[in-house]
């Protein structure tokens, strides 16, 4: 079920932005991963659609679904972010990359709004910021700093960064400022809970609440009840699904996948072991900063390109 609805268990026609759409969005730390995701999933996937995509400002990369950098299209940014702002809030707080000590008695608000009116008023790379923010704040550690802007505001990485074939600094706007649109005023949580089970169920609450980081899940099911159907796992797991949730085939065989570093389909639950074996699930959790690869529906080892046209890969 899960290789299916992913698109890895037979490449999809979709075309890149109906993909990213169908994904709720794809991992993108690294600026080149959404290419290596789209073309194991897609059959006819030019890396050169994707980089349109950006270029045109109907796709941007920013901090949304798990405090993590993501590939959304442009209408589910503005959709998807402000549902994530409680949780970014309390981690500008919290600031648990560089420490709480580093942010206390700090008016987190007006630092906010120095970080904004930089950026909007040109795109700022990171060590800009970092410098702009140190001179009005010279007794504040510059990276906590930056930490609470990049948390605080809904902030998009602008081309040539996440352009194949292209790289450049981290530069960064407001995606306000970038696309000349504003957030979704009223965001729709259900919806979006929805949609990851369409891509990731069935799932458990625990499994929605790893991988969309959405607060208030156990409310939300509750208000999807009449859309949902429910099954137990065999651990005694309560799990839920679209009605229409597509259940592939047993005895259709996976083919081998590549995927690229932080793939949502190894992120996106609390319980991996469908894509996991039990024996790797170690190994795996401190190999996910690394391309991985699967066999027969499982991750089985690592690789990387070596030079144009040459992948290595490496057993876990």
């Known amino acids: 079920m899960l290789l299916d609805r992913q698109l890895l268990l037979d ?4 075309t890149a932005g109906e993909a990213i759409v ?24 030019d890396p050169d659609d994707l980089a ?11 901090t949304s679904l798990r405090k993590t950098l993501h590939l959304h299209t442009a209408a589910d940014y503005l959709a998807i972010r402000p549902l994530l702002q409680g949780v970014l809030d309390a981690e500008a707080r919290r600031n648990s990359t560089f420490g709480q000590e580093l942010v206390d008695g700090l008016d987190l608000d007006a630092v906010a709004a120095a970080g904004r009116d930089a950026v909007d008023e040109r795109p700022r790379t990171g060590v800009e910021l970092r410098k702009l923010l140190a001179a009005l704040w010279p007794d504040r550690d510059p990276f906590a700093l930056w930490h609470v802007v990049a948390c605080v505001l809904p902030l ?3 081309p040539p960064r996440g352009l194949w074939g292209h790289s450049g600094p981290v530069t960064l706007t407001t995606v306000e400022a970038w696309l000349g649109r504003s957030l979704v005023s009223e965001p729709d949580a259900e919806a979006v809970a929805l949609r990851y089970l369409a891509a990731f169920g069935p799932a458990s609450a625990s499994d929605i609440r790893t991988g969309s980081g959405l607060p208030g899940i156990r409310d939300i099911l509750k208000g999807l009840a009449p859309q949902l159907r429910t099954f137990t796992d065999v651990g005694g797991r309560e ?29 996106s639950h609390e319980d991996r ?3 996991v074996p039990d024996s790797l699930r170690v190994r795996v959790q401190r190999s996910l900063g690394k391309p991985m690869f699967l ?22």
């Open 156 to 158: 998009v990485q602008v």
């Open 11 to 14: 490449r999809s026609g979709m």
């Open 295 to 316: 066999l027969d529906g499982f991750v089985a080892g690592t690789w990387k390109l070596v030079r144009s046209g040459t992948r290595r890969v490496a057993p876990c």
């Open 273 to 275: 072991s469908r894509i």
């Open 52 to 62: 349109s995509l950006i270029m045109q400002r109907k796709a941007v990369r920013g």
């Open 22 to 45: 169908h994904l709720v969005g794809m991992q993108a730390q690294s600026p080149l991963a959404p290419y290596v995701g789209l073309w194991s999933r897609l059959r006819d996937f």
């Open 239 to 267: 799990l839920f699904d679209v009605l229409d949730g597509r259940f592939a085939d047993p005895e259709v065989p996976a083919a081998p996948r590549l995927l690229p570093e932080f793939d949502n389909v190894l992120l």
